[in-house]
């Protein structure tokens, strides 16, 4: 290849068909029983490789833990970078990486906001960030050290970076499609539900109301004509309520504190108050009570004026509670609204029906005169 470093015979030199074997050899390693990182790594691994850099960081949305975080690398510890928290505007680089679509190089990071043991690792180093993008979206970059010794990249490194980076985005958009997909099947699952109350439960207590409606008074064979459809719809409730109400928060890897740091970090014009002790959430509900935790800030940033919002957390006589309360609920919006209102979004709707499938209840309405609060009461059988 002309202009490339003097070295062995890679995948480069020889052709597109020895970079999928690349590829492949490095993926097909992996399998169970293999670190959560091994696939993103194994791609680090493969652009060093293949492009002749030192070392890599893959760092990408991590749907899971809800942030952009380091999932990969090659040629250094993945540790150092694992949780460090970062959006797009704390690695100037790599936001212009991503709104230009194309392979850029650095020296150093002096202004990559950084803690200074991550930026001591960067000193003097030739940064080269790949882009991850596709279909409009952008999915993550890939941080890697260009050998000391190597020439200037030339076109066709570049465009090698540059097609694995939209490879590496393109299989990240492959699976959330999977992902909408099941989404797609959920909701189609609450619709049935939906209809199947509508048309059992709520037709027997319809027909129900309008026999008591009347002014005069039920003879016997009315009261249990009307005792018998009240039952049966109970019986119909009971039924649809047993089978999955087609919602269910995403897994997590991480706990109710780490997440409540990440969402101090997203407001930081809020005070947070944490009043209880983040152990106390149960681990089978960990998802749950985050989900409803970034439900209740996302609504309480948008739709309220607050300064200040108090996180309870309780678990006593077995059950658990966990309680939001801002302090700027909109005058407009000072009425009785024990499960809706406007900041009763579409998130917290099915945050309800999730805390049903635990035998719990989600309520969220105004507490007081200007006070919102989102609370989730779960029973966990201690």
Known sequence: MPGAASHSPGPLDAGPIEVLEVMSDLLS????GSPPDAFFSSLCEAI????????????????????VRAVGA?????????????????????????????VLEVMGAE?????????ELLEGVRIVCTPMAAAGRYVGVVL???????????????????????????????????AYDEQSRQLQQRIDLA?????GVVQRLFGVSLVLSREEALDADSQRRCAAEVQMALSDLRTALTRPLGHLSRPTSVTFAEELERVRALYPALEILLDGRAEQVPQSLEALAQSVLVEAMRNASKHADASTVDVTLRSDDGTFVLAVRNDGAPLRERRAAPHGGRHGGVGLRLATLEALQHDGVLEYGELEPGVWQVRLMVPTGE
């Open 144 to 178: 890697s050290e260009r050998e000391a010794g190597a020439p200037e990249m030339d076109d066709e490194e570049r465009q090698l970076l540059w097609t694995l980076g939209k490879a590496i985005a393109m299989a990240s958009v492959a699976r959330e499609v999977t």
């Open 195 to 199: 209809r199947e109350i509508h048309e």
């Open 111 to 119: 202004d990559f906001k950084v803690p200074p043991d991550v930026r």
């Open 74 to 102: 090659h040629g250094i510890e993945l540790e150092p970078f694992a949780d460090l928290f970062v959006t797009i505007g704390s690695v100037p680089v790599a936001r212009r990486s991503l709104m230009e679509d194309r």
């Open 29 to 32: 390693g992996i399998g169970e």
């Open 48 to 67: 060093c490789r293949l492009a002749s850099m030192k070392r890599a960081v893959l760092v990408r949305y991590d749907s899971a833990r809800r942030r």
